[in-house]
């Protein structure tokens, strides 16, 4: 089982980065697939999520109106764009696959917004 997030960089406030993330190893199709954050000295945060086969999505207040969750089953990917970003997003972002008793996560992404 491999998860590998891209996409991450250095960006300035009010600007956009796309976020990828390639799933391998288990049947794409039937997991939901979250994005997570964790700033320095915080707790890991529920970022967004989206249903197994993307009808489904929800995010946290903090990102809602910014952020979109998207999915293609057909490369088993599950995409986060931000836009609008503020400092306070600055973070590593995680990508996670979900089912039943099953969580699979993927190393992470820097993502810095700074000017």
């Known amino acids: 089982v491999q998860l590998v997030e891209s996409g991450g960089g250095l960006v300035q406030p009010g600007g956009s980065l796309r976020l990828s993330c390639a799933a391998s190893?288990?049947?794409?199709?039937?997991?939901?697939m979250s994005w997570y954050r964790q700033a320095p000295g915080k707790e890991r945060e529920l970022v967004a999520v989206?249903?197994?086969?993307?009808?489904?999505?929800n995010y946290a207040d903090s990102v809602k109106g910014r952020f979109t969750i998207s999915r293609d089953n057909a490369k088993n990917t599950v995409y986060l764009q931000m836009n609008s970003l503020k400092p306070e997003d600055t973070a590593v972002y995680y990508c996670k696959g979900s089912k039943d008793e099953y969580d699979y996560w993927g190393q992470g992404t820097q993502v810095t917004v700074s000017s």
């Open positions: 989206i249903s197994s086969a993307g009808g489904w999505t």
């Open positions: 190893g288990f049947t794409f199709s039937r997991y939901a």
